[in-house]
């Protein structure tokens, strides 16, 4: 992990970004303490639902959807 002064940092800020896409960590100091991090963003966690209990309360339909959906359309006002 690589520290740095805000001076230097905005001298430097797209060799750092660089540095960043390649993985590195950087410390950004002020007045010799530590006063951000710059890291990669890390990836969007996609997270699905479980709906096995959602399915299970519905009640099975006695039409199919493409009936349904005929119905739907043809009921709308225009």
Do not use: C, W
Not at 16 to 25: C, I, M, R, S, T
Not at 50 to 71: H, Q
Request: glycine letters at 4%; hydrophobic letters at 35%; proline letters at 5%.
């Amino acid at each position: 992990m690589q520290a740095i002064n805000v001076r230097e940092t905005r001298e430097k800020l797209s060799h750092l970004l660089d540095a960043v896409a390649a993985g590195e960590e950087i410390t950004i100091l002020r007045h010799g303490k530590p006063a951000a991090r710059l890291t990669a963003p890390q990836p969007d966690r996609v997270q699905f639902l479980d709906r096995t209990g959602l399915r299970r309360s519905v009640p099975a339909s006695k039409e199919s959807a493409a009936e349904a959906v005929r119905n739907l359309r043809d009921n709308e006002r225009y």
